[in-house]
Structures are given as structure tokens and as C-alpha cells.
């Protein structure tokens, strides 16, 4: 297995990388939310894969208070702490149109958890 890692976080000293940022909630925005879809086809589900090595929860906040968060279908990932799980079952239990579904799954084990990417039709 030659997967590699993503750090913030020094570990052996090595040479530093500077790696360009976004603001995804800006993005997602501007290429997701205003994207123009062909008439007559249906609705889209919006799926987003999380792996940002334990930044994931800093990610989905800014999602949340910037207002996208819930525009999203499903979300998957592996790192989501127990906070941020906590915020997103207040934000549900609270709300009547936010009705993302958030799952943690391994990217490498998926072969082994059998995860089916079906979202179940909406009720609107």
C-alpha cells in the first residue's frame, strides 16, 4: 500500500510546501449552486466527498454559517468530530429544509463497507 498523507502539522522537519487556498463556500456557490442545467432533465443530487486529513470539520462550518452546507445531498468523509456532528443534529432537528445527510466512510476501506451512493428521492 503506497498511499501517502496530508499534514498541517510538521513532523520531520522536511521541506515546507506552500499550497494555494479557496474559498470553497464561494466556489461551491458560483460553479455548483448557479451551474445551468439542460431543460427537461431531472433534478441533480449534489454529493461531496470530505478528506482533508482532520480539517474536515473546520471545512463543513464554514459550509454551515455561509449557507451552501444545506444545498448539499450527502456528504462523505472520514473525519468529522464529535462537535461538528452535534452542530449538524442541531441544525437538522431545527431547520425544515436542510436535509443533508452526512456519513463517515473511509475512502480505503469502502470495498469493504459496501457503501451504496443511491440518495433516496426527495419528498418536496
Known sequence: NHQRDASLVAINKTKIITVQGIDIASWFRT???????????QPSRIMMKSDIEGHDSTVLANLIFDGVFCSIDLIYGEHFNRDLQEAILSLKKYSNTCKTEVLELTDEKYDLQKFPFVIPESTD
Do not use: D, F, M
Open 31 to 41: 460553479t455548483v449552486l448557479n451551474r445551468k442545467l439542460s431543460p427537461g432533465n
